[in-house]
């Protein structure tokens, strides 16, 4: 399998726990954010998004906080499962378009262990 | 329904070689979005195409590098004379509106190698 991994920080954590997985955005005219999980040999999904305007939303299990000030993005995952394993980008819409031109952190490698 | 379809899925060029890589985006999106991705990176931003417009080509890193849409469906981005650095997984991402509240779903990518 590829070896995506290699300068990505990583989170190891076991089945059921809570898992919180934080990013740094780069571009305080950023107005849209999105969290993608990405398994080895596929694209990035989408997990969920929240605007600029709102410091936190809730989907399934997951929970996106968002802090302007300090320009910080984190993504909360309820009772963690093996198939959340995967890599998670943030995303900030911000290059100054319309159109969703997406800018993607580093990634974090996360592992549930059974 | 039938997602974002990239083909072909993995691709080895040898340098020099010239290569095509085609996307089949959500029937009916309008926007379509090429991103680069280097082993252990986000991806990153290449060229964005309204319909048939190609309005952003911003992220094109060279010259060799080109892409069309010329029916507003099928996408394809063409790299001329490979270089080592070109090796990446390249990823087509297509969304419904044009505006960036539409979520866009992403392909498989295609893998290129360059030797």
């Known amino acids: 399998g590829e070896s995506v991994g290699l300068h990505l920080p990583t989170l190891s954590v076991q089945e059921g726990d809570n898992s919180i997985i934080n990013c740094a955005y780069s571009?305080?005219?950023?107005?849209?954010f999105i969290w993608y999980k990405q398994e080895s040999g596929k694209g990035p999904q989408f997990i969920i998004d929240?605007?600029?305007?709102?410091d936190k939303r809730q989907g399934q299990r997951v929970t996106v906080l968002l802090n302007k000030t300090v320009k910080h993005l984190s993504l909360q995952i309820a009772a963690t499962q093996p198939g959340d394993s995967a890599v998670y980008f943030c995303a900030e819409n911000s290059g100054g378009t319309s159109y969703g031109k997406l800018t993607f952190g580093q990634g974090t490698i996360l592992t549930v262990h059974p | 329904g039938a997602g974002v379809s990239q083909s072909p899925r993995y691709k080895v060029a040898k340098r020099g070689q010239d290569v095509a890589l085609r996307c089949d985006p959500i029937?009916?999106?309008?926007?379509l979005f090429w991103y680069q991705q280097a082993l252990g990176q986000g991806p990153e931003f290449l060229t964005y195409f309204q319909n048939e417009a190609q309005l952003d080509k911003s992220g094109l890193p060279s010259d060799r590098f080109f892409a069309e849409r010329p029916e507003g469906s099928v996408s394809t981005l063409k790299i001329q004379r490979t270089q080592q650095e070109d090796s990446a997984v390249y990823l087509c991402?297509?969304?419904?509106?044009?505006?960036?509240?539409?979520?866009?779903?992403f392909g498989p990518g295609t893998r290129l190698t360059v030797t």
């Open positions: 029937s009916g999106h309008v926007s």
């Open positions: 929240i605007r600029s305007n709102m």
């Open positions: 991402a297509s969304s419904k509106g044009q505006s960036g509240a539409y979520e866009q779903y």
């Open positions: 571009n305080s005219a950023s107005d849209y």
